[in-house]
């Protein structure tokens, strides 16, 4: 059981590239999210899917993109990456209504030159 | 919208004392829960303790222990016999209950830097 896990970990891009960070769970979770960590920020939302099939914007979507493409996997996609963006990407999961807890995966660190 | 407020920036605490940590939060929310997370330098979220704001005794988990207090909006978390490995930032965090729709996201504080001298 590995839980949620992201691909890469590390990843430097130059300003106006693309990519698509990677999010698998294996716990049979409903609801997915992404976070974008910060320095002095906290965890800010940027999409998140209450459940396979659909999507939906947090607080800080413009310059992203997601797909929720199956119940396992959500990945969230830079069209064109801007150095605003160069941050840690959290993906996290949660079962639903009766428990409460969100599980993260071990972060994405992204550098946008 | 919800606020979650964490006004210590950083704390320092010697090894085997207590220390606490404190988070502040605005909702108009009756229903809710509160969680404090742990990163260490590893950068893996890890969740430290719950509190569902419709219990009124305070949350425990061996070390770890919260002061809920529900009217003045304020959720503490005290570390006791304070550990090298208990080094990390801490941040709180609010998820609305399960009445109020299918968005459980968390809103988190601007987290507490804890340092734990020898």
């Known amino acids: 059981n590995a839980g949620v896990t992201q691909t890469p970990k590390f990843q430097v891009l130059k300003t106006g590239q693309s990519m698509t960070l990677q999010c698998a769970q294996d716990?049979?979770?409903?609801?997915m999210y992404w976070y974008r960590q910060d320095p002095g920020m906290g965890l800010r939302l940027i999409y998140y899917?209450?459940?396979?099939?659909?999507?939906d914007k947090g607080e800080v979507p413009n310059g992203y993109n997601v797909s929720r493409l199956n119940k396992r996997e959500f990945s969230l996609r830079l069209e064109s990456a801007a150095p605003s963006q160069t941050s840690v990407y959290f993906c996290?999961?949660?079962?639903?209504?009766?428990?409460?807890?969100?599980?993260f995966g071990p972060g994405t660190r992204l550098t946008v030159t | 919208a919800q606020t979650v407020t964490q006004s210590q920036p950083e704390m320092s605490v010697q090894e085997a004392e207590t220390v606490t940590l404190s988070c502040t939060y605005d909702?108009?929310?009756?229903?809710?829960?509160l969680f404090w997370y742990k990163q260490p330098p590893s950068r893996q979220m890890i969740l430290v303790i719950r509190?569902?704001?419709?219990?009124?005794q305070n949350a425990t988990e061996n070390r770890f222990s919260v002061n809920f207090q529900k009217a003045a909006k304020s959720f503490s978390l005290k570390i006791s016999d304070s550990q090298l490995g208990d080094a990390a930032m801490y941040f709180c965090?609010?998820?609305?209950?399960?009445?109020?729709?299918?968005?459980?996201?968390?809103?988190f504080g601007k987290g507490t830097l804890l340092t734990v001298n020898p």
């Open positions: 716990m049979n979770h409903n609801s």
């Open positions: 899917s209450a459940s396979e099939g659909t999507t």
């Open positions: 996290a999961s949660i079962r639903g209504r009766a428990l409460p807890e969100q599980y």
């Open positions: 509190q569902e704001a419709y219990k009124q």
């Open positions: 909702t108009s929310e009756s229903d809710y829960y």
């Open positions: 965090a609010y998820r609305r209950g399960n009445s109020g729709g299918s968005n459980y996201k968390l809103t």
